[in-house]
């Protein structure tokens, strides 16, 4: 297990696809034991920016740094042997198979030759229960709910002993007594030094549960601040790049005399 805090460093983050520029020079850091709130709305680049983290894309120039050392992942194994794990917002789970088998998919312990679906069942179900879903580990997936599978993606994530935990928009499908549950285990992944992204539209979450909001608007970097010097009004300004109230104007006072333009008569 991967005891150890990871900090993180993005230097003139850059990434392409084809002809589209997505990241334009992304620089910051990310510190170990602290919630991160990371902002932005859709199409900002915060997504596209944690999949270079967690190893699923490649980045097209810049520098991505983990404890000091220039990273370019091949995989998202080669991220997670530095216990950097992506929860998906869009589940990445094999219906057919059971709960066990997924959160040791790509991962299977071995007993000489041999699959160890003992200890696999039985550290599935330690995960499960850290996340609150009590269902048996040997259940299918195609039978579990859609709240279910979010709490099955964050229990694969705890099996595999995250040290930088990505969360996006991890309560959508969850009841609020689950994302109680969550709110409590993301607290206790703090105290124990793991760092953790949580990538919401729910201000009054981040709000909640982070330390500190980092903003992305059009690719770019915009803003960083304690979380507890920022409204929620202010947050949500800095996502969109101009007061809120000026995307709203004030609609202009229906008129009280004159003739009108339209009069409808008789109508049925």
Partial sequence: MNTQGVAV?????????????????????????????????NGAGKSTLMKILAGYEPLTGGELRVNGQAQQ?????????????????????????????????????????????????????????????????????????????????????????????IMDEPTATLTPGETERLFGLIAQLRAEGVTIVYISHKLDEVERVTDEVIVMRDGRFVARAPTHELTRHQMANLMVGREIADLYPPRDPMPTGGVPALRVQDFS
């Fill in 9 to 41: 460093a993005f230097d003139n983050v850059v990434k392409a696809f084809g002809p589209v520029q997505v990241l334009h020079g992304v620089s910051f850091d990310l510190a170990p034991g602290r919630v991160y709130g990371l902002l932005g709305e």
């Fill in 73 to 165: 992942f091949r995989s998202s194994r080669d991220a997670e042997a530095l216990g950097i794990v992506l929860i998906h917002q869009e589940f990445n789970l094999a219906e057919d198979l059971s709960v066990a088998d997924n959160i040791f998919l790509g991962h299977e312990k071995r007993k000489g030759l041999f699959l160890d679906d003992r200890a696999m069942r039985a550290e599935a179900a330690a995960a499960l229960a850290q996340v609150g879903l009590a269902v048996d580990p040997a259940t299918k997936v195609r039978r579990l709910i859609v709240a279910e599978k979010q709490l099955v993606e964050i229990a694969k994530a705890m099996a595999r002993h995250a040290r930088l935990l």
